[in-house]
């Protein structure tokens, strides 16, 4: 049975304000950094912002709820995701598992919704590799899923959402910018068009029976490629956990909050020193889970050097030891049938890692390469 770890709820609500004062932004800015530093997971909350009301939470949670409960016709009917790190639309059952264990969950991923004098304005420059238009159900489809809501549409739903969760990212970069001792826009300089390439991933999760988790599972061990994660599961059932001290751990969903995880990049920048945590998703055999994720980047074209000075942490990180090649080492231990491939994927880190902090390939191009591994590997993120 795994436990729940402490893990702290911090009240970001002085990094959505512009009437907060430098001390109280430092202030949490030192909670992001202690809860960063020790498990690479926290929870957010702030009454100013509405992503945290329980309105907006129920809201989103209908929506998807009604998407998932689609019949397999219509589902069918709504474009999939396709290989190549630009990743819009249906994801099934199973559509992105790993070799040996099937991740009984299906997911609908989509992102910023563009505007069509935007569309043009970049249809001049070209889109880069992350970005492009959602792949939205057909009208029928919508207005069966708009049948019913009592505010807006299933679409204006999922937009607004997405546009919110990313307003409190663009938050806690703040945050993070001072834990790390830098100014507080530092880290915006580089996500000034994250919207654009970040997505959004709502997840069902299906029951499943195998306890031992060796050929089903929510979402196999794994740790999140970007900068940061923004997590809501409005559900009561347990199905997050994070690897810490050796042990899976329960991260409960709590009412008015979203779980933040830090991702590899922000944590290969950092030398380690955010962790970007390993966690996976469980069932307890019995209810459904949904989730939303939001899956924040920097910049496309981002080159960000090396975020901390101290001369010993800067040699770890360029020789790629760092949480995300531990991290992936104590995966190994679930599935000696992937030992083999998480090698060789331990040798490509290094060489992406270095090639990243020397500014030989940006984090879009990285992105790309990785998500192209996936589908050849036939594995998740
Ligand atoms: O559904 C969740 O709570 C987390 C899923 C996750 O870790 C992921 O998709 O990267
Ligand atoms: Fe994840």
Known sequence: ???????????????LTYSSSKQQRQEVATELLNSFATFGVFYITSSTHPVFSSKKSKQILDATTRLFALDPTQKSQIPKIQPGGFTRGYVPVGGESGSATKELKEGFSYGYEWKPDELEAVAKTGMNGLQGPNA???????????????????????????????????????????????????LAKHCTTSETISFMRL???????????????????????????????????????LFYGNEWHDVPSLE????????????????????SPLHRVVSNGQEERYSMCCFYYPDYDAKIPLLVQDQEVKGQ??????????????????????????????????????KLLNGDINFGDYIVSKWTQVYRKDRAY
């Open 1 to 15: 049975m795994s436990t729940s770890l402490a893990i702290p709820t911090i009240d970001i609500s002085a990094l």
């Open 136 to 186: 939205w159900p057909n009208k029928p489809i919508l207005d069966q899923l708009d049948q019913g809501l009592h505010e807006g549409t299933f679409k204006h739903i999922l937009q607004e959402f997405y546009l919110n969760v990313c307003e409190v990212a663009k938050g806690l970069l703040k945050g993070i910018s001072l834990a790390l001792g830098l100014p507080e826009d530092e």
């Open 203 to 241: 997840f069902h999760y299906l029951p499943y029976a195998d306890h031992q988790h060796t050929s089903q599972i929510g979402s196999s061990a794994h740790t999140d490629w970007g900068f940061l994660t923004l997590i809501l599961s409005p559900c009561k059932t347990v199905g997050l956990q």
């Open 256 to 275: 008015n909050t979203l779980v933040v995880n830090g991702g590899d990049y922000l944590s290969l920048l950092t030398g380690g020193k955010l962790i």
């Open 317 to 354: 990180a360029v020789s790629g030891n760092y949480s995300l090649l531990r991290d992936q080492r104590a995966e190994e231990g679930e599935d000696s049938s992937r030992t083999s491939v998480m090698g060789a994927e331990r040798q490509d880190a290094k060489s992406v890692a270095t």
